[in-house]
């Protein structure tokens, strides 16, 4: 057999080439055919990623169909709480860790004063029992419970004004936050400064923490073992009243001056009539960190109907930077918020409003709402119903007084009038919802049917 010219040329290019370039070319042909087996979902991902002029730098979230439909909670995932006398208790308030049990672990406090910690991972049956156990942190019912962002410590609120730290690994109080004049309604922690507190309560205040100052002297000097107590490094009363005159006070039996809570009509001008007046508690239902930020917090009002982010840089009075007000916009009726929390990229606030409504603002605007997530059988009914969202900041999770927890698919433009789920199996009002930290597979409800379920997908 002869080879014509061009056969011999092209024979002595492919015996001279080096092993090495013939493996990357392997490599590059490999890596073209991936390209082509990618799927489409993953293709527009990568494209928005490009910094599309049409996507004004957000990740695109390409609409899939719904895991929704999937989550059920069977019954060996049901756990019902009862107190030491065998009578029925009602869990409040649960919140899943960032990553302790790989994200597999739920505290949920209880009208006793309990936090009970159960691994979503285990189930009910006797065999798992030894991984769940309770241990009592307050004399009153708990009102809010929150993890650290390390998984370390657990901080809690109570009806008995207290707020507590506590060391998870031996279950041990490590602090105390004395300051508040009525029942705490939340607590939560600066998202990167484990040492930054925030509170919010009924007396009319939110107040900020930091256990790196204003911890008490112990009466004896020589104590080294009582517990920390700590005051307040800065607070904000009447953040949600329009009282512009000086407070009213009265003299407790210890002899300090402390607020009266009034009504505007009072504070404004002396009543002629000799009749006891009615009195406004001003609550501050919630307060958080806005960010990153430890000079911004964000409060809601249980009366003035408002959401208001305030400065609160050292050395100066806290001022409002912006606000929002939700209101009738037939009656001029104000509604209260019962929570509110903050997507996990920082940029976005819902608000559980009273008026039956999950309200969605950016924070670079306050005036006005986004969105709105409703739904014509959702009923707030209550300042303790929670809301939280998943991971990826998807989806939407609200108790409700009529026994059902709501979902709405934020990337869903069907949610602003309908849930895109709605979960049965609670018999009574649900207060407590948590999504799970690390993925979505998982999520928790609390009910006055005493119980916490947890909800996993069930294919």
Sequence with gaps: MTLNSNGLANKRKRDSTSPDVQNNAQEQQYQQQQQQQISVYKALQQRSLQHHPRIFGRKCIVPAKSILPFYKSPNDKVYQFIFPDNE?????????????????????????????????????????????????????????????????MLVTASNDRLIRLWD????????????????VKSVNWHPTNQNLLISASKDGSYRIWDTRYKQRRPADPLDNKSIPIYDAIKDGPFAHSDITSPPITHTSKNGKKRPCLTSITNAKKKSSSSKPQPLFIRSVTCALFNGQQEEQVITSGSADGAVKLWDIRFGRK???????????????????????????????????????????????????????????????????I??????????????????????????????ETKASYRYEGHRQKVMGVSWSKRRNNQFASCSEDFTTRIWEIKR
């Excluded at 030894?130 to 993890?147: G, I, N």
């Excluded at 690994?169 to 490590?174: A, D, F, G, K, R």
């Excluded at 929570?339 to 005036?367: E, I, Q």
């Excluded at 900041?393 to 007084?401: H, I, N, Q, T, Y």
């Design 168 to 183: 998870m690994n031996i279950q041990t109080s490590l602090a105390e936050f004395y300051g508040h004049e009525d029942i």
């Design 88 to 152: 029925f208790c009602t869990p409040f308030i649960c919140e899943f860790a960032h990553n302790a049990h790989d994200g597999h672990l739920l505290a949920v406090g209880d009208e006793d004063g309990r936090i009970s910690l159960l691994r979503t991972d285990k189930n009910n049956e006797q065999d798992d029992l030894q991984y769940h156990h309770s241990f009592y942190c307050h004399r009153h019912a708990l009102t809010d419970v929150k993890w650290s962002p390390d998984d370390t």
């Design 386 to 415: 929670r809301i939280s969202v998943s991971s990826d900041d998807r989806f939407l999770l609200s108790g409700s007084v009529d026994k059902d927890v709501f979902a709405w698919d934020l990337e869903d433009p069907r949610s």
């Design 318 to 384: 806290p001022s409002v930077l912006a606000s929002t007000v939700f209101s009738s916009p037939n009656t001029g009726k104000r509604h209260g918020i019962a929570d509110m929390k903050l997507a996990n990229d920082g940029k976005r606030l819902f608000s559980c409003c009273m008026d039956n409504t999950v309200y969605m603002h950016y924070l670079t605007d306050l005036t006005r709402p986004a969105k709105k997530y409703r739904d014509p059988n959702y009923k707030v009914g209550g300042f303790d």
